[in-house]
């Protein structure tokens, strides 16, 4: 697998607009404790995980979006995810009922929700799933979706250190978007990493307690500038 062996370290001096951009960022990084697989899932596989995660996230919704959305795929006539693009699973934005802010202001135009179980339509998500596995430690886990609008983003920040352990993986599907990850005591320590679909990251140790961590607004070219979504899995606190 050829990747691109550019390394960012950027400067808040020298930081550039907060948003995401294909060009100019790298798909590696030095960082330590992190580690990063730019195409763990093939796109049908990709597919099969969207598709799932919207279901999982559309039936916790109001009926009044239900309708909307059925009345659109009516009109589409193609609810058919294999037959799909990728970006065409997700629906304009105005047929979720994103939320403009979390409680402590991190997260701007989403939807999220924990998961214990996933739909019995899709029958490959355990073996999809278990994929991950293979990068994380062996310990118990807790799952969430996340689903950013076309507008959404995540402002940099340290998960809650009661809430979880320590580590923290992401699955990250739909429009690529860019990771940055900031060390807390010294601006000069600043990683950037774009984010394509498929991709997973694993941020443990140094990097989950000394770094903050945000994803940036897309870009306006077709790869950045659509909707996102992660599936998150993190090992449980221990106290
Ligand atoms: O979506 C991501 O990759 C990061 C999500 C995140 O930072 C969070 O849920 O705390
Ligand atoms: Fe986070």
Do not use: C
Not at 99 to 108: S, W
């Amino acid at each position: 697998m050829a990747l691109p062996s550019l390394s960012r370290h950027l400067t808040y001096g020298t930081r550039r607009v907060m948003s995401t951009a294909v060009s100019n960022v790298t798909t590696r990084t030095t960082l330590k404790d992190f580690s990063f697989i730019p195409n763990l899932f093939s796109e049908s596989e990709q597919k099969i995980l969207i598709s799932s995660s919207l279901q999982k996230l559309d039936s916790a919704e109001r009926r009044e979006f239900r309708r909307r959305r059925k009345e659109y795929f009516k009109q589409r006539s193609t609810d058919d995810a294999s037959s799909s693009h990728l970006n065409d699973l997700f629906l304009p934005d105005n047929f979720y009922s994103f939320e403009e802010g979390h409680y402590d202001g991190v997260i701007r135009n989403y939807r999220e929700m924990h998961v214990s179980s996933w739909p019995e339509e899709y029958p490959e998500m355990p073996s999809l799933l278990d994929r991950l596995k293979s990068v994380h430690p062996d310990e118990p886990t807790q799952t969430h979706i996340l689903h950013l609008a076309s507008d959404g983003e995540i402002l940099p920040h340290i998960d809650n250190l009661q809430a979880s352990g320590s580590w923290i993986l992401g699955v990250s599907l739909g429009s690529s978007r860019i990771l940055r990850i900031e060390n807390v005591d010294d601006p000069t320590d600043v990683h950037e990493l774009m984010l394509p679909s498929g991709s997973v990251y694993l941020q443990r140790d140094s990097t989950r307690y000394s770094y903050k961590h945000s994803i940036l607004k897309g870009g306006t070219d077709p790869e950045t500038s659509g909707q996102r979504l992660s599936i998150m899995i993190r090992n449980l606190f221990r106290g």
